[in-house]
T-cell receptor, first 113, second 114 residues
Framework: GENVEQHPSTLSVQEGDSAVIKCTYS??????FPWYKQELGKGPQLIID?????GEKKDQRIAVTLNKTAKHFSLHITETQPEDSAVYFC????????????FGPGTSLSVIP | ETGVTQTPRHLVMGMTNKKSLKCEQH?????MYWYKQSAKKPLELMFV???????ENNSVPSRFSPECPNSSHLFLHLHTLQPEDSALYLC?????????????FGEGSRLTVL
């Protein structure tokens, strides 16, 4: 079955710097890769996603990149702000599957003012 | 009420107690989920209900018993739990058949088993 690894487990950056979180997946059938953000005391919320027919996607200060050959995908946050502090989860699934979303273990990001 | 709501937000129970977690979704979705979130571990899918039909999950101990009376409500009945069951239990919903099936999570029920 699918296995998703995520690094680093914790990340501290100065406000205004960039943050990068990296994930790898094992199942070549996976073709949809969402990223969820979980703020303290809240449930995870989808912030961006990417399909396997796309190499990069941007939405304001966040971007995701995907290397299908290497089975790597990454989240990039530029100009970090204190409100970016949260736990970020990458995930992988076959797009038409509804019950086989495999999550990474999460990265706790702290943005220091 | 909007989104996915879970009650109670916090629950402390002894190993011999019986309690239930409740989830309600106000999004008109047709699938609901229970996830277990433990520290430093990936979110672990426990149960899925799609159109009120439960997907079997043989790896979840029988001390956890789900119930889905309709497409908007989901319960997780708990009995004779173990201390290692202490975790955050997240409910989610999605629309099966929609392009990506984005999961919408509730804020979770923090369970402590003494």
């Amino acid at each position: 079955g699918e296995n998703v690894e995520q690094h680093p487990s914790t990340l501290s950056v100065q406000e205004g710097d960039s943050a990068v979180i990296k994930c790898t997946y094992s199942d070549s059938a996976s073709n949809y890769f969402p990223w969820y953000k979980q703020e303290l005391g809240k449930g995870p919320q989808l912030i961006i996603d990417i399909r396997s027919n796309v190499g990069e996607k941007k939405d304001q200060r966040i971007a995701v990149t995907l290397n299908k050959t290497a089975k790597h995908f990454s989240l990039h946050i530029t100009e970090t702000q204190p409100e970016d502090s949260a736990v970020y989860f990458c995930a992988a699934k076959e797009e038409t599957s509804y019950d086989k979303v495999i999550f990474g273990p999460g990265t706790s990001l702290s943005v220091i003012p | 009420e909007t989104g996915v709501t879970q009650t109670p937000r916090h629950l402390v129970m002894g190993m011999t107690n019986k309690k239930s977690l409740k989830c309600e979704q106000h999004l008109g979705h047709n699938a609901m989920y229970w996830y277990k979130q433990s520290a430093k571990k990936p979110l672990e899918l426990m149960f899925v209900y799609n159109f009120k039909e439960q997907t079997e999950n043989n790896s979840v101990p029988s001390r956890f018993s789900p119930e889905c009376p309709n497409s908007s409500h989901l319960f997780l009945h708990l009995h004779t739990l173990q201390p290692e069951d202490s975790a955050l239990y997240l409910c989610a919903s999605s629309q099966v058949g929609q392009s990506t099936g984005e999961l919408f999570f509730g804020e979770g029920s923090r369970l402590t088993v003494l």
